[in-house]
């Protein structure tokens, strides 16, 4: 039994990094073909891809987050991190971390991937 917990502050001030961490129990995060991604949903949008680190170290980012994304791990205590420097108010969302067995960069109905964390709250606000 899997399960992803997200952890972090829930409030981020303009300018700054927002860095959450995602703990993973139940299943290692190095497990063969297993791909850990970042995903957020902003208040009355759809969910958004942001990236993923595999089971390798590899990492993967949505383009149009890419410059200011970045995805790392610690595998001793089987967690991954997110950090998005220069929010702004639109980044603004739910924020989950979610696994999948095989690659993906996209939310379409979210049942395909296998894991999601509860999901946390984070707003941009000064």
């Known amino acids: 039994q899997v399960q992803l917990q997200e952890s972090g502050p829930g409030l981020v001030k303009p300018s700054q990094t927002l860095s959450l961490t995602c703990t993973v129990s139940?299943?290692?995060?190095?497990?063969?073909?297993?791909?850990w991604s970042w995903i957020r949903q902003p208040p009355g949008k759809g969910l958004e891809w942001m990236g993923a680190?595999?089971?390798?170290?590899?990492?993967y980012y949505s383009p149009s987050l890419k410059s200011r994304t970045s995805i790392s791990r610690d595998t001793s205590k089987n967690q991954f991190t997110l950090q998005l420097s220069s929010v702004t108010p639109e980044d603004t969302a739910v924020y989950y971390c979610?696994?999948?067995?095989?690659?993906?960069?996209?939310?379409?109905?979210?049942?395909?991937?296998?894991?999601w964390g509860q999901g946390t709250q984070v707003t941009v606000s000064s």
């Open positions: 979610a696994s999948s067995s095989t690659f993906l960069s996209t939310v379409v109905a979210g049942d395909e991937y296998d894991y």
């Open positions: 139940g299943g290692s995060i190095t497990t063969n073909y297993y791909y």
């Open positions: 680190i595999a089971y390798s170290g590899s990492t």
